[in-house]
């Protein structure tokens, strides 16, 4: 690289929001640098999805977002729509599904999509470097200068998009954060989301011996917060989208609540197996709705007949299977999370540019803000939607 080449637009960060910008910039005829730490671009969305790319949600509401201001995402969101990267998406000739509950997954799967963001960066305006760290960046009179394992490189406008903390395996980093600290930027504490939960104790040795089992359950906080998909056990106690999903708003020490009979009600739930089923035995009874293994282990219900069970028995079934609680010991940590929770103030942010309000010229987008969607394409969506807003400010 020649010393001090001189940019319109510098991006830090090739993952999903970093490549959308660029290629969104290129259009409107920027001179734009790519920079990434990583020795290739867009390993998020490599691994996405088991590499099929849950590349967007057709449900998109605002409401299924985590943030500190709930309405931040709303000007993003609706300015770049779920249909607008379908449209995208049907440009390149891609195909794609809908799996469960609106999610879209490319059925030429994740490097497709990689491929495509890749293509719209294909310009004679769009200079990309990898494994490329970046030492220091500096404010300057006309912009911004970063100091680089490539040589300095100097910008009117400088774009983070960096990403979070989540799945530092793949080159997770806290670059963002560390910019924000230097230009005095609140910052809302981060923390692992859509991810596994961990089990101590008894609970612990119970999940061990129940560990590959999956079945479906409405999983709850309190009465808003609640998702019902399947949850599995692990040998560290309790994954699967209803857990992931739960993880992301659930609080050290606050008690999970599960219920495995999600489309009946309790009472009349007891009362119809004791007048229709009244002579069988309960384990086979339960055999209609559960495995086994979840029966003999997890429920351990007597085998006796129904007509037989004591009243103490009977009000046990009925905590165990649509109100039992479980206080987790915490999260695998960020080493396994989807998502990073918190991030930067949306405050510091305006909601329609994705600029940095008292820093003009800087800008955050994706992960690296505090906006944290549901599992199933939502942070996808983000990455476009918050990507779109910034480029078009440009």
Known sequence: MKSNPNYDLIIVGAGAAGLMCAGLAAKKNLKILLLDHNPKPGRKIIISGGGRCNFTNLNIQPDRYVSQNPRFCISALKRYTQHDFIKLVKEHNLSFHEKTLGQL?????????????????????VVCQYQCEITEVLKTDTGFSLNTSNGTVSSS????????????????????????????????????GLVPLT?????????????????????????KTSFRENILFTHRGLSGPAILQISSYWQESQPV????????DPEQFINQIRKTRAKES???VLKTYFPKKFIELFLQ??????AQLSKSEINKLNEQLFRYSIVPSGTEGYRT?????????????????MEVQKVPGLYFIGESV?????????????AWSSAYACAESL
């Not at 080159?171 to 230097?182: L, R, V």
């Not at 104790?201 to 309190?222: C, I, P, R, T």
């Open 199 to 223: 089990l101590s104790g008894d609970k612990l040795e119970l999940a061990k011996s129940l560990a590959g089992l999956a079945l479906e359950a409405k999983v709850s906080l309190n009465k």
């Open 157 to 192: 406008k400088l774009v983070i998009a960096s990403g979070g903390l989540s799945l530092p395996k793949i080159g997770a980093s806290n670059f963002a954060y560390k910019i924000a600290k230097q230009f005095n930027l609140s910052l809302i504490p981060t923390r692992p």
């Open 337 to 353: 999370a989807e998502v990073t929770i918190g991030g930067l103030d949306t405050k510091e942010l305006s909601s329609k540019s």
């Open 301 to 306: 219900a007597p085998k006796k007949a129904v």
């Open 105 to 125: 997954f490319c059925d030429q799967k994740s490097p497709a999509i990689l491929a495509m963001l890749q293509e719209e960066c294909r310009s004679d305006n």
């Open 257 to 264: 609540f599960f219920n495995f009979l999600p489309d009946e």
């Open 370 to 382: 505090d906006v944290s969607g549901w599992l199933g394409g939502y942070n996808f969506q983000w």
């Open 282 to 284: 309960l384990d086979q």
